[in-house]
C-alpha cells in the first residue's frame, strides 16, 4: 500500500477540476509531502503528469483499482518549484472561427481523449490525447513553420500540449481559448 500524507476525492468530476481541486490541495501541503487524488476521468492520469511536471511537482504514477485512478503527486520544495508556465501564444474561440474561414487550410490539433473527440469536434482537427503526443508527434505536418491551433475542453491541456509542441522545436503554435467547452462553430458529431 502506498502511503500519503493526504486523499483528495476527485471522482466524478471531469476535467479540468481534478487539476484544479489538486493545485487548491498541494498548496496546503508541506514541502515533500504527497497526495493521493482519486479521479475517474480516464484523461485525468495524462492531466496530472502534465501539470506537475509544467508546475515543478513530483508526479511519482497512477494506479488503476476498480475504474479508480489513484494518482500520487509530491509537492514540490522551494528550490524544486517553479513558476507555473502558459504557452504565451493564445487565439479565443471567436479568432480562431475567422482564420478558419479567412484561410483555406488551417492545422488544428485536438488533445482531448478521444471519445471526448468522437462526441463532437471541430471538422478536420487532428485527434491525438494529450497522453499520447510526445510518442506521437511524427503525425503532425513536418513543415514546422506552419501554424498548429492547438484545442481540448477548456484551455488548460492544449496549453500544456503547445508548450510541449514548442519544445519539440514547432514554431507557431497556439492555444484555443476557452476551447470546446464554449465553441459555437461547426461541430461534426459521432451519429447514433
Known sequence: MIKSNVMLDAKGLACPMPIVKTKKAINELGAGEVIEVQATDKGSKADMKAWATSSGHHYLGTIEESGVLKHYIRKATAEE????????????????????????????????????????????????????????????????????????RTGNRSDLAAQKLTEAGFKNVINVVPGMSEWKGPITKLEG
Do not use: W
Not at 92 to 119: G, K, W
Not at 130 to 138: F, I, K, P, V
Open 81 to 152: 518549484k517553479k513558476i507555473e508556465k502558459h504557452h504565451p501564444d493564445v487565439i479565443s474561440n471567436e479568432e480562431l472561427l475567422l482564420e478558419m474561414e479567412r484561410q483555406t487550410e488551417v492545422f488544428l490539433l485536438d488533445v482531448r481523449e478521444s471519445a471526448e473527440y468522437e462526441f463532437g469536434h471541430i471538422p478536420g482537427a487532428v485527434s491525438i490525447p494529450l497522453g499520447e503526443l510526445n510518442d506521437r508527434l511524427n503525425e503532425l505536418k513536418t513543415d514546422l513553420s506552419v501554424y498548429v491551433y492547438v484545442v481540448c
